[in-house]
């Protein structure tokens, strides 16, 4: 596939509402999208990376940087997304980057050959259940009001984030309100260490799915002396940069559960190769989040459909996000999205929309 040129473009999304985690609280998406331009097809990609290194050491103007100083530079002639993976591996790190440059070729790749990305990965379900993500609030009566509307809406699993002053109160309130059919768990971005296991362990009798990335961003081995101190499950996520972390990450029991963020890993073809891991030593796996548009949430649906993904993920409908999606709005029927079955990613960016938000574009001609 040749390819004639690549467009990065900035755009500004404002959220619904501000999201706080442990981390920040984000009142707007800084999103870097990617358009890979071939004769034949257009390929589309989101760059996950935030804009502040705070949930990892990536951010959205590095992300940009290295793109266009190394990894664009280094694709290869006629480059598909194996050798495009490939060409970007001696490149440390920058796998939010890495994962936006081979997902733009993927789509055009896959939109030239007319395959849907869902059967490329080979997914098996054609919709997803949805679960959302319930960032950190002003008092338990607020928290109370967001998740009834949200269970209203159909959400299926209920994530809350937590931090040290925000945990067992509001997890307790809502495991209460709701009772124990609510499939609940907690997200608290690192914001523990070691010596909070005591604290932790008060957890264990709300029966939660799974406690998300309790310990730092970089832990493997406090995470497997933490399991052996909690009942709950230890769900990685920030920990888990490659396939080769989740490899040491089970052979050490650091987790039970891994969260999928295909942004954070690398890409789509890492993302699979941890989940074929993960089933084959009887982990679950769930898709994670980092408030996708519409063109990064149609690549996660399709990698939510794979079999070994057994656990809602945080791949909610538009409206949970944003006002107006860059995309037609993805809404959920029955709790669930619909996997897109056009070519690629399945879906295009209304052109309107896209100007209006559009902050920044650069053209790289190759
Ligand atoms: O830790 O999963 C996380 C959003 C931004 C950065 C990190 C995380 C999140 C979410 C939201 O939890 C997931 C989503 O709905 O996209
Ligand atoms: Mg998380």
């Known amino acids: 596939m040749k390819i004639t040129g690549i467009e990065l473009r900035r755009v500004a999304m404002p959220l619904v509402a501000p999201f706080q985690t442990s981390f920040t609280t984000q009142t707007e998406r800084d999103v870097l999208l990617l358009r890979v331009v071939t004769p034949e097809a257009e390929g589309w990609s989101e760059c996950v990376a935030m804009s502040d290194p705070l949930y990892s050491p990536e951010y959205v103007d590095a992300a940009a940087d290295v793109l266009r100083r190394f990894l664009i530079p280094a694709l290869p002639a006629r480059p598909d997304a194996h050798t495009t993976h490939h060409a970007l591996h001696p490149f440390k790190g920058h796998h939010m980057a890495k994962a936006a440059l081979e997902t733009a070729v993927l789509d055009a790749q896959l939109r030239t050959s007319g395959q849907p990305l869902a059967a490329f990965l080979g997914a098996t379900a054609d919709r997803v259940p949805a679960g959302v993500s319930v960032g950190i609030m002003p008092s338990i009566p607020h928290l109370l009001e967001a998740v009834t509307e949200y269970l209203h809406e159909g959400y299926r699993r209920i994530k809350l984030k937590i931090q040290p002053g925000w945990d067992l109160a509001p997890t307790r309130a809502i495991r209460e309100h709701f009772g124990p059919d609510l499939l609940l768990q907690v997200d608290a971005n690192a914001a523990y260490t070691l010596a909070d296991a005591p604290h932790l362990a008060k957890l264990d009798d709300l029966d939660l799915l799974l406690i998300e990335q309790p310990l730092a961003h970089d832990d493997l081995v406090q995470h497997a002396q933490l399991a052996k101190k909690i009942a709950t499950p230890i769900c990685l996520d920030e920990s888990i940069e490659s396939a080769a972390h989740a490899a040491a990450a089970i052979t050490l029991g650091s987790c039970s559960i891994i969260n999928i963020k295909?942004?954070?890993?690398?890409?789509?073809?890492?993302?699979?190769?941890?989940?074929?891991?993960?089933?084959?030593?009887?982990?679950?796996?769930?898709?994670?989040?980092?408030?996708?548009?519409?063109?990064?949430?149609?690549?996660?649906?399709?990698?939510?459909?794979?079999?070994?993904?057994?656990?809602p993920g945080d791949t909610s409908a538009s409206r949970r996000y944003y006002t107006t999606d860059l995309t037609p709005p993805f809404e959920l029927h029955d709790g669930h999205l619909t996997v897109p079955t056009g070519p690629g990613i399945g879906i295009d960016p209304i052109p309107a929309i896209l100007d209006e938000v559009t902050t920044s574009t650069e053209w790289i001609p190759l």
């Open 262 to 311: 295909p942004g954070r890993v690398g890409g789509y073809l890492e993302a699979r190769r941890i989940h074929d891991l993960a089933r084959a030593h009887g982990l679950a796996v769930w898709c994670g989040g980092m408030l996708e548009t519409g063109i990064g949430r149609a690549a996660n649906l399709a990698l939510a459909a794979l079999p070994g993904f057994t656990l």
